[in-house]
């Protein structure tokens, strides 16, 4: 316990396997938290009720619960030669937040220790939780709400990759 809140040991796991055959490969993974590291009683222990303010809420008897924190991955992926290609993706929910992204990726193997690359992600993140800290500093954030803004965006990755 701290500050008179328990929290959940941490407990996950994670699993995941790939196939290939004729320069193709396929893979994917999934994984959870569980409960871990959530707290077993207070204010966090349940989902935010928004028509209430923070030291108002009452998870003891609420019917609510929060869910296991989990994630999986897909991919696919082809080589032909130096260039290779892929495509792939990520779900994960946390309590009551969820993130998703999918992301291609190319690449050119121009000598054995050099190769250029190009990628593209695609991302969203959808929120369900507070934005607060302390009991005592209750503010107002993301157009006068009580909840962190949901988020999205594209993310544009080029290089060089030289191995000495």
Do not use: H, M
């Not at 328990?6 to 490969?25: E, R």
């Not at 009720?49 to 929060?66: A, G, V």
């Not at 696919?76 to 990726?105: D, E, M, V, W």
Request: net charge positive; glycine share 8%.
């Amino acid at each position: 316990t701290k500050n008179g809140i328990a929290w959940n040991q941490l407990l996950a796991y994670d699993f995941g396997a790939s196939l290939s055959y004729f320069g193709f490969t396929l893979g994917g993974s999934f994984g959870s938290w569980g409960k871990s590291l959530n707290a077993k009683n207070g204010v966090y222990s349940c989902p935010y009720d928004y028509s209430k303010n923070l030291s108002s809420q009452n998870c003891e008897n609420s019917s609510r619960t929060l869910k296991n924190s989990s994630y999986f991955t897909t991919g696919l992926a082809y080589q032909i030669g130096p260039i290779n290609t892929s495509i792939t993706s990520i779900n994960s929910s946390f309590q009551t937040n969820k993130y998703n992204a999918i992301s291609f990726g190319i690449d050119y193997k121009i000598k054995k220790n050099l190769l250029t690359y190009f990628e593209i992600t695609q991302y969203k993140f959808r929120s369900d939780e507070i934005n607060i800290l302390n009991f005592s500093n209750e503010i107002k954030v993301a157009n006068f709400t009580k909840k962190i803004e949901n988020n999205g965006g594209k993310v544009f990755l080029t290089g060089i990759y030289y191995l000495f």
